[in-house]
C-alpha cells in the first residue's frame, strides 16, 4: 500500500465527499472520484471532477480508496478491482500507536481509536465514533457517527452500528447485524441480526 502520490475516490455519494475532504486534509491529491453512474460524470466534489467508468479511469494497481457507505456495496467493489487499498485516517482523529488499521479503512474525523483497537479493511470508524481499547471492528464494517463501542466489543463482518448508538463492555456484534441509530446493546447480537431500542431488542428474530 502506498502512501503518498494520487488516489482515487470510488464512489460520488455522500461518503465520498467525506473520504475526498480527509485526504485533502491529509494533503493527498485526490486525482478523481469515481463513479459508475454517467449522470454524475463532469461533476465535481470539493473541486475534484468526477469521471468513469471506474474499471476504465483507474488503472491496476493504483491508489484508491472506496468512498461507498453501503457495507455489501464496499464488499464487492473490493472483490472486483485489482487496486492499492489505502488507509484514511483523518488528522483530526485520534487512533493510538498500538491501534492495528487495514487497508482501505476510513477513520472520519473526530474519532477515537484505543489502544490494540483493531479496525479491519474497508471499514468506517466515521465522524465521532468512538472505539475502546482492544475492540475488534470487522472487515467492511461501519460503525456510524456519535456511536460508542466500550472496551473488548467486537463487531463482525460488515455490521452496522448505527448513529449515536452505545455497545457495553464486551459484547459482540455478529457479521452483517445491524444495531439502529441511538439504542444500547447489552447483549450479543447474533449473526444478521437486526435490533434497536435501549435496551436492544431484535426486530427480527434473529437474536
Known amino acids: 500500500m502506498t502512501e503518498a502520490g494520487p488516489v482515487f475516490v470510488i464512489g460520488a455519494g455522500g461518503h ?5 475532504a480527509a485526504l485533502l486534509a491529509l494533503g493527498r491529491e485526490v486525482a478523481a472520484v469515481l463513479d459508475d453512474d454517467p449522470g454524475k460524470w463532469g461533476g465535481e ?18 491508489a ?26 483523518h488528522p483530526a482523529a485520534r487512533v ?44 467492511f464494517a461501519h460503525v456510524a457517527p456519535g456511536a460508542a463501542l ?8 460488515g455490521a452496522l452500528v448505527g448513529v449515536g448508538s452505545a455497545v457495553a463492555p464486551g459484547v459482540s456484534i455478529g457479521a452483517w447485524a445491524t444495531l439502529g441509530a441511538g439504542s444500547l446493546a447489552r447483549d450479543d447480537l447474533a449473526d444478521g441480526a437486526v435490533a434497536a431500542g435501549v435496551p436492544a431488542r431484535s426486530l427480527d428474530g434473529a437474536g
Open 96 to 139: 493510538d500507536p498500538s491501534a492495528r488499521v487495514g487497508a482501505g479503512a476510513v477513520i472520519c474525523a473526530g474519532a477515537v481509536v484505543q489502544p490494540e483497537a483493531r479496525v479491519g479493511a474497508h471499514a468506517i470508524v466515521n465522524t465521532g465514533a468512538v472505539i475502546d481499547h482492544d475492540c475488534a471492528i470487522g472487515d
Open 16 to 20: 465520498g465527499k467525506v473520504v475526498v
Open 45 to 62: 466534489i470539493l473541486g475534484v471532477p468526477v469521471e468513469g467508468p471506474v474499471a476504465e479511469r483507474a488503472g491496476r494497481g493504483a
Open 64 to 89: 484508491a480508496v472506496l468512498g461507498v457507505g453501503d457495507n455489501r456495496t464496499r464488499r464487492r467493489l473490493a472483490a472486483s478491482l485489482e487496486l492499492d487499498w489505502q488507509s484514511v485516517i
Open 150 to 157: 466500550a472496551g473488548e466489543v467486537k463487531v463482525g463482518e
